[in-house]
Structures are given as C-alpha cells and as structure tokens.
C-alpha cells in the first residue's frame, strides 16, 4: 500500500521561505515522476512542480524562480522550497506520483497524499 504525507506547512509571513516535505511510505519512487500540487478555495487544482527520476525539473509559471523542487531518493522524500512568498501562494498543497513527467496536470497523477495547508499573511 502507498502512502505519500506531506508536511512543512503552516502559516508563514511574506518573505518566510518554508520548506514542504513529502515522504512515501511503502514506495521506492526513484525510476518515478513525483510533484508538488495546490488547491486553493474555490479554485482547481493546479501542477507546482514535477520532478523526475534524472533529476529533471518543471515548474508552473507562476512559482518559477521562487519554488525549487528536489528529492532524496534514500529517505524517499520529496521537497518543494519556497521562497518570495505571495498572498496567492495560499493553497493547500499536496504530492502525487505518475510513472513518467510527461505532463503537470494533475488528472495525470495519483497516491495522493492528504496535503499540507500554506497560509500566507
């Protein structure tokens, strides 16, 4: 059975940069695709940042050059920095893992995690 948690998350200031974890349980994710989505209220969920087994990165226009996505195969987690918060940042945000990062959408992807709320203020 998978299980992703994430954690790192809070309420933080502007201009705090936290740092968001997600560890899999019961998964070896390294030959996988694994990303950071968010979902703020009322909107849908959108793609952050996916990550894939060579280290590859893409990012979401809007967090680019803010966000930084990385992944320690031997502790099986992955992270999601973040840095020159916005007020819009505000989501909560979860994990998810396909096989390959052919795609950020998040229909995509599954083993979602329960998500970790980012309050920005």
């Known amino acids: 059975h998978v299980q992703l948690v994430e954690s790192g998350g809070g309420s933080v200031q502007l201009g705090e940069s936290p740092r968001l974890s997600c560890t899999a349980i019961g998964y070896a994710w390294d030959r996988y695709c694994v990303g950071w989505f968010r979902q703020a209220p009322g909107k849908e969920r959108e793609g952050v940042a996916i990550i894939d087994s060579d280290g590859n990165a893409v990012y979401a226009d809007s967090v680019k050059g803010r966000f930084t996505v990385s992944k320690d195969n031997a502790k099986n987690t992955l992270y999601l920095q973040m840095n020159s918060l916005k007020a819009e940042d505000t989501a909560m945000y979860y994990c998810?893992?396909?096989?390959?990062?052919?795609?950020?959408?998040?229909?995509?992807?599954?083993?979602w995690g329960q998500g970790t709320q980012v309050t920005v203020s």
């Open positions: 998810a893992t396909r096989r390959y990062c052919t795609t950020i959408s998040p229909a995509a992807f599954g083993n």
